[in-house]
């Protein structure tokens, strides 16, 4: 039987063969790619010769090639495109990957080598990225056991192993949950929605053979437009059950249990790493650098947005009564009169944007924006094919010049995750020749019905330019390493590049480009007054759902968990005061950043984190008076986008702005901002 990831790929830049790759062929590659690369690191380890650092840290970076492109392929599908049998593959394989790693940093020839490198590192004269490199590589092995005594390191195995199977657990069960429930909706029951939202409901009843003209899932696309939209009360409520209990239905998907075991794990795993909590390992390395540097900015942000919903509270409860509703004010109820609200006050209807929000309009506008600040073009190349029908390529060039490949996957559809996110095929490095990057965009858009333009919400919208402006910190990557290359970067760093290129979807020039779907004329001005208007009108709510998760998180992996999840989720949720009518972003059992992995595990307040420096730095355009200013831009290049993990992330964030950040500009930008501290400050 031939297997693809066997052979070399013919395909235009080398790209994934996807036409060619099957389920089948993951196990089998996985095992070759696991044995060729551990003969790799074991040779490097028994080197007779003296250590150096081409001799180690490159030879390192230099093996493992086979194992990147099987994995990177692989995570995209069990993301965007899985299946029961891909499914069951990733469950055996996550335990081979988390086993063959453990053995990595627990060698200690491998280990010794590269500490005697490290202990060297000023004598070597090495550049400073190998420096940076070297220092990466003696922090990666350090925090990943390779300093524990020799009893300690079978039970550190054990726990990495467990955490691996009980991450990959955890998502499938998420997964489960949002595409076994489904609930079929009358015509009177979809009063209120608009038609876009009518449309992707009745292709969901067709799709999934319903009964009924209409459909929905819990997952989050297809329950926010009834939870804004729908009149009647009784169908936002019971379609919010659905959405917060995912994970915890007490049936086979129910996820209590597992994220006890996870808790529990990572305790003991920072214990055995010289760590009072979880929290204080994970930031040990980042920028905050501790827990209570995260929890300060939390802190220092929640109260005002707390006040902030409070007071729109009292507005919303009005609104309810004015127009009935006798019972109090509950959490399926915010957004739902958050939208009259808005209109009250602004005269803004969202819906108004949405003819104008083509989702092929504003993938042009993001591309017209890395055009303008750092002279990209894109040019679809439909002959690289995808890993599914509704996966488009472009090829990315800048002054005649190819620099990447970008795949765009923007359609919701079951075996695809929820949320949106950015991921690659391939890496930019140069230790080897040139290579260019192959970055990957994922969204979960409502699909429209054939021969229909997609058309998003400004949020939607933003989130199109929040994964290109990540698809651009790996598209622009100019390092010679893949270790640091592109994202390869702390947590609290890598939501910047993402988070400042949102700015640019609301810049006038970028607004021009946004055409009526029907009559082909531009946003009148007075609809986008009226949206820059009511630009922070909701922000109240928006905190307080955000930084709850952050502090829930940062309790969770801080503290000892008492009693069940529910009620841990509880006594946190009571210790901040939080509103009873807003809930977490994201409640525990299907708290995918925390607990399907532990990527952002102690991490989701990074958000927030890099805020402060996106919205700090955006002002340096504004400053500038040009949102494409070409000197701002050209910093914010050499030392954001294109600078990977080369140097400390505060003072590249300097080179970049001239001065550290002021977290005001993070109140400025939630309009959080009371107008007396304004004007003392
Ligand atoms: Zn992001």
Redesign the pocket.
């Known amino acids: 039987m031939t297997n693809p990831f066997f052979e070399a790929w013919n395909t235009p830049y080398e790209a994934p063969p996807f036409d060619r790759i099957e389920t089948s062929h993951f196990q089998p590659a996985f095992v070759e790619a696991l044995n060729q690369h551990k003969a790799e690191v074991v040779a490097i380890g028994a080197n007779g010769a003296a250590p150096t650092f081409e001799n180690t840290i490159a030879a390192l970076e230099r093996s493992g090639k086979l194992l990147r492109r099987v994995e990177m392929v692989f995570s995209q599908l069990t993301s965007a495109a899985t299946s029961d049998a891909l499914q069951a593959v990733e469950r055996e394989v996550v335990l081979l990957v988390a086993r063959h790693w453990n053995a990595i940093f627990l060698d200690p020839n491998l280990f010794s080598r590269i500490e005697r490198l490290y202990d060297a590192r000023g004598e070597l004269g090495l550049d400073p990225e190998a420096q940076r490199v070297l220092e990466r590589y003696y922090l990666d092995f350090v925090r990943a056991g390779a300093k524990l005594t020799e009893a300690e390191r079978g039970r550190f195995a054990e726990i990495v192993e467990h955490l691996a199977a009980l991450g990959t657990q955890f998502g499938q069960n998420v997964l489960a949950d949002e595409q076994e429930t489904v609930f079929p909706l009358s015509e009177a029951e979809m009063d209120g929605l608009p038609d876009f939202a009518r449309a992707a409901a009745a292709e969901t009843a067709r799709d999934r053979k319903i009964n009924a003209p209409y459909a929905v899932t819990p997952s989050r696309s297809s329950v926010e437009p009834i939870l804004h939209f729908a009149t009647d009360r009784s169908v936002r409520e019971k379609i919010w059950d659905a959405f917060v209990k995912r994970g915890a239905n007490g049936n086979k998907n129910d996820n209590s249990q597992v994220i006890e075991e996870i808790v529990a794990l990572r305790a003991e795993q920072a214990r055995l790493l010289g760590y009072e909590s979880y929290a204080a390992y994970k930031l040990a390395d980042s920028m905050a650098g501790t827990p209570k540097a995260a929890r300060d900015l939390l802190e220092e942000v929640w109260d005002g947005g707390r006040k902030r919903a409070e007071a729109d509270r009292e507005a919303l409860e009005a609104l309810a009564r004015s127009k009935g509703q006798a019972e109090p004010l509950e959490a399926w109820d915010w957004r739902f009169y958050a939208e009259k609200l808005r209109l009250a006050r602004y005269d803004f209807d969202e819906n108004a944007l949405k003819p104008y929000l083509q989702l092929e309009k504003v993938i042009d506008a993001s591309f017209f924006v890395a055009q303008k600040l750092f002279g990209l073009t894109f040019a679809p190349r439909e002959d690289i094919v995808g890993y599914h029908p509704d996966v488009r390529v472009w090829e990315v060039a800048r002054a005649g010049k190819i620099i990447g490949l970008f795949y765009g996957d923007y359609f919701a559809r079951p075996g695809k995750r929820s949320g949106?996110?950015?991921t690659s095929f391939r890496d930019q490095s140069k230790l080897d020749g040139e290579q260019i990057p192959f970055i990957v965009n994922t969204c979960n858009f409502v699909k429209p019905p054939e021969g229909q333009p997609a058309l998003l919400s400004l949020d939607e919208a933003r989130t199109v330019f929040?994964?290109m402006?990540?698809g651009l910190h790996g598209l622009l990557s100019d390092v010679t390493y893949p270790r640091i290359s592109g994202t390869s970067v702390v947590r609290d760093f890598?939501?910047l590049p993402?988070?400042i290129y949102e700015h640019w979807l609301e810049a006038a020039p970028v607004l021009a480009q946004f055409t009526h779907v029907e009559t082909g004329e531009p946003i009148p001005e007075e609809l986008l007054e009226r949206m820059h208007a009511a630009r922070t009108a909701n922000t109240g709510f928006e905190t307080v759902e955000f930084v709850s998760s952050a502090i829930l998180d940062m309790d969770y992996h801080s503290q000892p968990m008492n009693g069940s999840v529910a009620e841990f989720e509880k006594a946190v949720l009571d210790s901040i005061n939080m509103p009873r009518e807003i809930a977490l972003r994201h409640a525990s059992t299907h708290f995918l950043h925390l607990f399907a992995g532990d990527g952002y595990a102690a991490g989701y307040y990074s958000?927030l984190w890099s805020e402060v420096l996106d919205a700090d730095g955006f002002e340096a355009f504004e400053e500038a008076g040009d949102p494409f200013d070409a000197e701002t831009a050209k910093r914010l290049h050499d030392f954001i986008y294109s600078a990977g993990g080369k140097r400390d992330f505060a003072e590249a964030y300097r080179l970049f702005r001239g001065r550290d950040p002021d977290v005001k500009a993070l109140l400025r930008n939630r309009g959080l901002v009371t107008v007396e501290a304004d004007a003392e400050a």
């Open positions: 949106a996110w950015m929040h994964e402006g990540h890598v939501e993402s988070q958000y």
